[in-house]
């Protein structure tokens, strides 16, 4: 009975241990208790009553048991060199997790900077102490994990990502708190990528700005405010970027005239926004400039947490595609500056037009409907290329898009250089286009083809990393759609701007290829496949709608819709974090019992 009655104290306490606010102390905590209550059955309560608490998940307690074991059982925290310094020090961490895109709340940062005072200006028993050694060692457990791996699953989210190496977290966490190298630990957790590190340090900037930003200015312009054009408005103009670079005194204008510098830092902010950069200020760039500041900041932290579900890059060729962005890059990690590639492609469509017979259906029926054209977020690794390839054609194209034309035009087949094939291989029997093997295209039973040629879907060049979605990069002979801002065109697959350069990228490497030979064998008009015999290159498709540089920020809109699923993500996480650690117990309101 008594045992039973301890384990409850001890989750009492845990529990207690987050409701005081505190301020830092320097005196030292009176320690004494701890030293009569190192016996094998106080580590065993310590450890049952990590069952007995909802928070932890069954990984946590997990790791935290190995962790107290690594200790011989002991409290971690407190039986380190400097107990003070290092609590306040981790307490801290909590306190600036914004800096990293993280949530102080998450943390419980206030309840336990209020249970630290508690400890630091009373008398506490071994109980009290177990309790917050075991809240610190389950919260900073928790930061090292968000900065590491990220605060959600990716796929959950349908993110279908590599998961990245496990870690010792007991062991990282023992060797820093007995080595203080709390801070050296903590900085080695999130992604060692410049991309990372640019983006955090957008995120200092704008959230320096945020206080006059989120005083937000009111713009209405009755039309098109060109160059040149008077405005009542210029001067709020002014206000709004003199604010974003945080200099008062500089930019005003007195004669209402939207000229000069004003217009070029509204071209500077439609670049960043992924706008037609031409100084106009028309409906898209009037709704940037009423959004308020959180909006971009939030932007920032999808990017940060996006960036952590990633593995480490492997050395290497790569090639990563933005979809937001519409944007590829091909690059060695080796040498990311020399031979590297940068170009436009188009991506899977937000949505379909709703045909007569589809108004029938019901919403969740077309949201599906429509999320099936989305190209979907995945990796895999590059295995060949064919030139002058055949497309084959889906059965979804072909029964919704392909029949419903032959109906009207009954050479449409032959006008689109097609045939009709028993399978999908380069050695397939090519049938006869007659009425009864177009019946069996209805039913299912027969495919259709695009043959190579200048009216090719694919184009001259078709990329393959096989995977679960029969998504590749290819060609296009539909050029002038890249010359669009926003490039979602396609039913899933990616065109990309430059196959021939991407495809000297990917070969370069294979001995006895050159541009001649890529030249030679697209003129022979043949499919030809081309094996990838180097290293394995790892194609990441990936959606971020921020990224940043050394010198500015990038933001692309949510063409799918991915930020505000996340954002649902983690406002639900949080939420859940609160409500568990919202079991409150009235504080020193039990009967210790010693054994």
């Known amino acids: 009975m008594k045992v039973k009655l301890i384990k409850c104290l001890i989750l009492f306490a845990l529990l207690n241990s987050t409701y005081l606010y505190a301020e830092t102390l320097s005196s030292p905590p009176k320690l004494t208790q701890l030293d009569k209550h190192k016996t094998q059955l106080e580590i065993e309560l310590l450890n049952q009553s990590l069952h007995l608490n909802q928070n932890p998940t069954k990984k946590e307690h997990t790791i935290l048991q190995e962790l107290y074991q690594k200790n011989q059982g002991k409290l971690l925290w407190f039986s380190a060199q400097y107990p003070i310094d290092i609590i306040n020090q981790v307490l801290s961490l909590y306190t600036s997790a914004p800096t990293q895109g993280l949530r102080s709340s998450d943390y419980y940062h206030k309840q336990l900077n209020a249970y630290w005072q508690k400890v630091l200006r009373t008398n506490p028993d071994f109980h009290e102490f177990a309790a917050l050694d075991v809240a610190l060692s389950l919260t900073f457990l928790r930061f090292l994990n968000d900065l590491h791996f990220g605060r959600i699953d990716p796929n959950l989210l349908g993110f279908k990502l590599k998961p990245k190496k496990g870690i010792d977290f007991a062991q990282l966490i023992y060797h820093a708190i007995q080595s203080n190298q709390i801070t050296a630990l903590v900085d080695s957790m999130p992604p060692q990528t410049q991309a990372y590190t640019n983006l955090k340090a957008a995120l200092v900037r704008y959230r320096q700005n945020t206080p006059a930003l989120n005083q937000l200015l009111e713009f209405s312009f009755i039309s098109f405010l060109r160059p040149g054009d008077w405005s009542n408005q210029t001067n709020t103009l002014h206000t709004y970027f003199n604010n974003r ?7 005003t204008s007195s004669d209402n005239l939207y000229i000069g510098e004003l217009v070029k830092k509204v071209r500077k902010l439609q670049a960043e926004h992924n706008l037609i950069s031409d100084g106009i200020i028309g409906k898209q760039t009037q709704a940037l400039l009423n959004t308020p500041i959180s909006e971009h900041i939030e932007k920032i932290e999808f990017a940060m947490e996006r960036l952590r579900w990633l593995p480490a890059q492997e050395k290497g060729p790569a090639i990563f595609v933005n979809i937001p962005a519409f944007q590829l890059w091909a690059y060695n990690t080796e040498d990311p500056e020399s031979g590297s590639l940068n170009m436009k492609v188009i991506v899977g469509r937000t949505k379909a037009k709703i045909k007569k017979q ?24 590059l295995s060949f ?32 250089n097609m045939e009709i094939v028993d399978r999908f291989s380069h050695e397939a029997e090519v049938l006869p286009i007659n009425e009864e093997n177009i019946s069996l295209l209805y039913n299912d039973q027969l495919r259709l083809r695009q043959r190579p040629g200048g009216k090719n879907s694919l184009g001259n060049i078709k990329f393959i990393f096989p ?37 000297r990228f990917i070969l370069k490497t294979r001995k006895r290829w050159s541009k001649e030979k890529t030249q030679e064998v697209l003129e022979t008009e043949a499919p030809t496949i081309v094996g990838v015999r180097s290293q394995k290159i790892p194609v990441l498709i990936f959606y971020t709608t921020a990224s940043a540089s050394k010198t500015g920020i990038n933001f692309y809109p949510d063409i799918y819709g991915h930020d505000s699923t996340l954002k649902s993500a983690l406002t639900e996480r949080s939420q859940k974090l609160t409500e568990s650690y919202a079991t409150k117990l009235a504080p020193n309101r039990y009967q210790y019992v010693r054994n």
């Open 467 to 503: 995977n679960d979605y029969a998504i590749y990069l290819h060609d296009t002979p539909f050029r002038g759609l890249f010359k669009r801002k926003r490039r979602d065109f396609s039913h899933g697959c990616i065109r990309v701007e430059a196959p021939k350069a991407l495809a």
């Open 358 to 381: 589809d108004r029938k259906k019901s919403p969740e029926e077309l949201i599906k409907a429509f999320k099936a054209l989305q190209t979907p977020i995945f990796t895999e690794n």
């Open 245 to 251: 670079t945080k200099d008062v005194a500089k930019g």
């Open 385 to 416: 290329l064919t030139f002058n390839p055949y497309w084959n054609i889906p059965k979804s194209i072909l029964q919704k898009e392909i029949l419903p034309l032959l109906e009207k035009a009954p050479d449409y087949l032959q006008k689109q």
